[in-house]
T-cell receptor, first 113, second 114 residues
Framework: ELKVEQNPLFLSMQEGKNYTIYCNYS?????LYWYRQDPGKSLESLFV?????AVKQEGRLMASLDTKARLSTLHITAAVHDLSATYFC?????????????FGTGTRLKVLA | ETGVTQSPTHLIKTRGQQVTLRCSSQ?????VSWYQQALGQGPQFIFQ???????GRGNFPPRFSGLQFPNYSSELNVNALELDDSALYLC?????????????FGPGTRLTVT
């Protein structure tokens, strides 16, 4: 059974600091997604990583994928308060023709002014 | 191009009742997946519909059922509601399984069971 784990679960950081969120998954998959969720809201797509070594950047966020290590990272550079949210990674998992996402546990990020 | 829409936004039901949630897929998408997100947790896959048939199911009991219509919109039905069914229900649309690069999520329906 595919398991997706994120760490840390909670992250409180000062504005201007850098930090990395880790997403580990237990079985082979070559597609991984990062989402942001604000309280009470739906999922906002951040990054789609489609192959080993993929790296994507948008503003202060950069995501990477290492399929051999079954690891993705979401790096935050010079955090600002607006980045406070919960971040999920999701692994694309095929089971008998059904393509579903298996989500990680989420990382709740709080950026302190 | 219209995005994924869901209705209603919020719903309050009593234990034992039945509920129907609705989802309209993004234009051109023929596959709809439903997820349940309990408070403080990641979304959990309920099932997927493709060409009006269930195309895979997660670890949810049979009282969770669904439909997909010819226009690719979908319904999620939950019978005999339990308190633990209180959650945010997310619908996601995509294009034909592996051909899709991404699932697009709707705004969700917040269900509260009292």
């Amino acid at each position: 059974e595919l398991k997706v784990e994120q760490n840390p679960l909670f992250l409180s950081m000062q504005e201007g600091k850098n930090y990395t969120i880790y997403c580990n998954y237990s079985t082979t998959s070559d597609r991984l997604y990062w989402y942001r969720q604000d309280p009470g809201k739906s999922l906002e797509s951040l990054f789609v990583l489609l192959s080993n070594g993929a790296v994507k950047q948008e503003g202060r966020l950069m995501a990477s994928l290492d399929t051999k290590a079954r690891l993705s990272t979401l790096h935050i550079t010079a955090a600002v308060h607006d980045l406070s949210a919960t971040y999920f990674c999701a692994v694309d998992r095929s089971t008998s023709g059904t393509y579903k996402y298996i989500f990680g546990t989420g990382t709740r990020l709080k950026v302190l002014a | 191009e219209t995005g994924v829409t869901q209705s209603p936004t919020h719903l309050i039901k009593t234990r034992g009742q039945q509920v129907t949630l609705r989802c309209s897929s993004q234009s051109g998408h023929n596959t709809v997946s439903w997820y349940q997100q309990a408070l403080g947790q990641g979304p959990q896959f309920i099932f997927q519909y493709y060409r009006e048939e269930e195309n895979g199911r997660g670890n949810f009991p049979p009282r969770f059922s669904g439909l997909q219509f010819p226009n690719y919109s979908s319904e999620l039905n939950v019978n005999a509601l339990e308190l633990d069914d209180s959650a945010l229900y997310l619908c996601a649309s995509s294009l034909t399984g592996r051909a899709s690069l991404e699932q697009y999520f709707g705004p969700g329906t917040r269900l509260t069971v009292t």
